[in-house]
């Protein structure tokens, strides 16, 4: 329990989607924060429908909520201005922080002409309605301004074009602090086995946007080649499941340790540990708190040379674990299945500290406070 003192901030946080990352993500700052958080939250379900609607469900209960607070810090899933609008006389004098985990104008969807752009127009209105935005990655804020931009120049007239500049100048990135205390007590009590095979994880959401059968595809070009490896396939999966993970697991059958999600973190921090190499081949990531896991617990990372990937590596390792392509890829991991003692040799797992909780809350905890120090609105 935290204790009051004259110095400690009220922050009340709004999460219209109060599960998976954006739960640990919240439920890790209250922890690890030096003032006080409170949650007013939704389950996460119908994240388009949250969009639309919290805004009004929120502020609802925002008008009825009893206590005073000093900071309002809000999830990208909150319509913001509409939030202000219908709650002005309640926000007034009130800073107001949002934390952008993804946005809806780069999130990539799999035909173009899906994309519902009064979303990417929420996300805009979001950042304009806060005193200070926050990103998880230098990627992910420079993707989204470009393409706020380009969305905003397809108006016939009246192009608000003084809005890039605008949402930069309120903008920071602070990354999302990682539960690294329950890998590093999984590490150290693991025992290695330097003789077998190297384990291949592959720790993702089972959705298109990180592109499954690309690395399915390459696991099985590596077996028929004849290549000794183990398989650990997890990560989080939804009501439907792509085709192409069964395919896979029938497929690679010989080599599998581990396939499908696992409900406990205990036992995910276990395939965590007892893995060599992680594999990424996303074509959207934000952030990639499950390679950050991953790389703690002792893997060796092999990510793609784009998206927030780079920022994620300290530089001298870019030529070591950064690929280019699908080719790249097999290369590079057919090259350490030769060579194990090559793959274990890469121990990143330090660097991956600056994502713990102990730096990125006090990180959080600045943020508020200058927002406080910088003045509210009248």
């Known amino acids: 329990m935290h204790s009051r003192d004259d110095h400690m901030l009220r922050i009340l946080a709004l999460e219209p989607y109060y599960g998976g990352s954006h739960k640990a993500f919240l439920d890790g700052y209250r922890a690890h924060s030096r003032h006080s958080v409170e949650l007013l939250t939704m389950p996460a379900r119908k994240w388009k429908w949250r969009m639309r609607g919290a805004a009004l469900s929120m502020g609802h209960a925002l008008a009825e909520w009893e206590d005073a607070f000093d900071v309002l810090f809000v999830s990208d899933f909150v319509d913001l201005a509409a939030l202000v609008g219908t709650q002005a006389r309640r926000l007034r004098g009130i800073p107001r922080v949002a934390y952008f985990h993804e946005n809806q104008l780069t999130y990539p969807v799999p035909s173009e002409d899906e994309r519902d752009y009064q979303f990417g127009f929420t996300n805009i209105t979001t950042c304009l309605a806060s005193d200070c935005v926050l990103f998880n990655s230098h990627y992910h804020l420079d993707s989204f301004v470009d393409a706020a931009e380009r969305l905003l120049r397809r108006m016939p007239d009246f ?21 690294l205390a329950s890998i590093d ?83 995910y921090v276990r395939a965590l540990v007892e893995s060599d190499v992680v594999v990424s081949t996303a074509v959207q990531e934000f952030f990639g708190i499950s390679v950050v896991e991953a790389i703690r617990a002792g893997c060796a990372p092999l990510l793609p040379n784009r998206l927030s990937y780079p920022e994620i590596l300290p530089e001298p390792w870019h030529g070591r674990c950064l690929y280019e392509g699908r080719e790249g890829l097999e290369q590079r991991l057919a090259r350490w299945l030769s060579r194990p003692e090559e793959a274990r040799s890469v121990d990143l797992g330090g660097a991956m500290s600056r994502f713990a909780w102990g730096r990125v809350a006090p990180a959080l905890d600045d943020v508020m406070e200058r927002a406080c120090e910088e003045g509210r609105h009248a």
């Open 159 to 179: 192009v608000p074009d003084w809005t890039r500049d605008a949402v930069h100048a309120r903008s920071s990135v602070v990354p999302v602090g990682v539960d």
């Open 185 to 267: 007590a999984a590490r150290s009590v693991h025992q290695p086995e330097p003789d077998a095979p190297l384990t291949v994880l592959w720790n993702h959401r089972w959705e298109y946007d990180k592109a499954a059968e690309e690395f399915f595809d390459v696991m099985t070009r590596l077996d028929a080649a004849g290549q000794a490896f183990r398989l650990c396939v997890t990560g989080e999966s939804f009501r439907e499941v792509p085709a192409v993970f069964e395919a896979a697991r029938a497929r690679l059958a010989d080599h599998v340790k581990t396939f499908g999600y696992l409900e406990s973190r205990a036992d």
